[in-house]
Structure formats: structure tokens, C-alpha cells
T-cell receptor, first 115, second 115 residues
């Protein structure tokens, strides 16, 4: 079935370094991808999204890269800060059944930022 | 603009009981999706409602049901609770119907514990 997975379940980085979180997806029909950040006790927070007709999209300190050839997605965080410590999820949407409301989530990567 | 709100935030129920969770989307948003989050299965899509109609449903038993009201507020119900239903139930709202972008904004969740 459809699935979205993560290569690294945990990632520890030094404050100020750049972080890269990876994600593999299996459904080549997926046309939309999102990265979420979830802090303890909170719901997922939208970070950045990208459509399948794009390879790269940049936000504030974050960049998402999409490689459709190998079905790979990555989130780059520049100058990682302690406040970036959280679990990061990638999610995909394939417009299955005509609905855009059924995101398929990866298992998540825990990012720990060392001061 | 207020975010997605969910009530109650915490709930303890006994096996066999039923429970109703409530979600109020962001003002103006008409799409509401529900997700179940557990440590073992991660974030899994339950169902999506748009304009009071269920548009898609995930792979959950019929004990899980939902509805949406004319003001876009949504409820989900779980009947005959099982221990495995213990989870964080997240509601997400989205404003643009079938049009891109598809980003969903999550509420803080309802933590359900079944004993």
C-alpha cells in the first residue's frame, strides 16, 4: 500500500549547524508534500510544502527538496536553533478518491539540538 | 485568526464505553480531517469532511464515525472503546476545498486514554 517512511529516526545536531531530514515516499502519483513539526504536547505545525511540479522550495531558514526520480523528499534547516528541537514528519497527498484531506504521514524524525 | 480548537483536551474512558470528540476549524475553513496518532502506528488518517459530507475515510473499523455541522464544526465518535483506541486524536482544517494549496492546520489534539 501507500507509505511514507523516514531514513533516520533520530538526528542530533549542534546549535548553529544545518540539519537535513530525509523522507522516502512510495506512491509516484503523490502530487503534494508537506513537512510538519510537532513539539511535545502539541499538534503538528505546518512548516513548508511543495507540489510535485517543483524540485525546490524555500522558506524562512527551511528548504524542501523533492527528487521524483528516486521518490525522495528532504527538509533542510539552516542554522539550527534549540527551538527547532521536535519531531518532524513528512506527509504526502495523492488526491486519492478526489480528496486532498487524507495526508499519509511518515513515522517521524526526532531532531535534538545541542547548545 | 484563532486556530483549530479541540475539546476536551484529555479524556479517560473505560473499555466498552463510547466517546465524542469535538473540533472547531479555523474560521472560514470548510474541510476538517481527523487523524489518530499512536507511538506504534504514527499518524493515521481517519476521515475528512467537507460541507457536511464525508469525502474520504481511512482504514478504521466502523466503530469510528464522524460528522460535520453547517458551521463546519466536526465531531468524531468512537463506540465500544477498546484499549487500543488510546491515542492522541488530531483534527486538522483546510480552507480551499479542492484547490491547491492543500495545507492542513492541526489542533492540539485530544488525548484519549482507555482503561
Amino acid at each position: 500500500g501507500e507509505s511514507v517512511g523516514l531514513h533516520l529516526p533520530t538526528l542530533s545536531v549542534q546549535e548553529g549547524d544545518n540539519s537535513i531530514i530525509n523522507c522516502a515516499y512510495s506512491n509516484s502519483a503523490s502530487d503534494y508534500f508537506i513537512w510538519y513539526k510537532q513539539e511535545s504536547g502539541k499538534g503538528p505545525q505546518f512548516i513548508i510544502d511543495i507540489r510535485s511540479n517543483m524540485d525546490k522550495r524555500q522558506g524562512q531558514r527551511v528548504t524542501v527538496l523533492l527528487n521524483k526520480t528516486v521518490k525522495h523528499l528532504s527538509l533542510q534547516i539552516a542554522a539550527t536553533q534549540p527551538g527547532d528541537s521536535a519531531v518532524y514528519f513528512c506527509a504526502e497527498n495523492s488526491n486519492y478518491g478526489g480528496s486532498q484531506g487524507n495526508l499519509i504521514f511518515g513515522k517521524g524524525t526526532k531532531l535534538s539540538v545541542k547548545p | 485568526k484563532a486556530g483549530v480548537t479541540q475539546t476536551p483536551r484529555y479524556l479517560i474512558k473505560t473499555r466498552g464505553q463510547q466517546v465524542t470528540l469535538s473540533c472547531s476549524p479555523i474560521s472560514g475553513h470548510r474541510s476538517v480531517s481527523w487523524y489518530q496518532q499512536t507511538p506504534g502506528q504514527g499518524l493515521q488518517f481517519l476521515f475528512e469532511y467537507f460541507s457536511e459530507t464525508q469525502r474520504n475515510k481511512g482504514n478504521f473499523p466502523g466503530r469510528f464515525s464522524g460528522r460535520q455541522f453547517s458551521n463546519s464544526r466536526s465531531e468524531m465518535n468512537v463506540s465500544t472503546l477498546e484499549l487500543g483506541d488510546s491515542a492522541l486524536y488530531l483534527c486538522a482544517s483546510r480552507g480551499r476545498g479542492r484547490a491547491f494549496p492543500y495545507e492542513q492546520y492541526f489542533g492540539p489534539g485530544t488525548r484519549l486514554t482507555v482503561t
